[in-house]
């Protein structure tokens, strides 16, 4: 099954990485949804929460102040402005 590698870092801080199946973002543009083989894609995203699928475990839950939003051959890159896990417990961090 393929995957994507997602990296979610704040301004001063890591928040998150693993494999994921889906990743749902507000960007400027509107709510975007990743799955593999996405086309490449570069915009500023908005505040609100971001929605991960890991591929073992549970959804993630990121609460993102904004910042910008990668992605290139099925690897997701977020920075945020500031980003907090909404939940620990569910994190799944590698």
């Known amino acids: 099954m393929a995957e994507l590698d997602v990296e979610i870092v704040a301004a001063d801080h890591f928040v998150w990485s693993g494999a994921a199946t889906l990743v749902k973002a507000r960007t400027s543009n509107g709510d975007i949804g ?5 086309t490449p894609v570069l915009a500023v995203m908005e505040p ?3 929605e991960i ?3 073992s475990g549970s959804k993630v839950l990121v609460d993102a102040e904004g910042g910008f939003f990668s992605v290139d051959k099925d690897r997701v890159v977020i ?4 980003a907090r896990l909404q939940d620990a417990a569910t994190a799944g961090n590698r």
């Open 53 to 55: 699928t890991p591929v």
């Open 34 to 38: 990743v799955l593999p083989g996405h």
């Open 79 to 82: 920075v945020a402005d500031n």
């Open 48 to 50: 609100g929460q971001l």
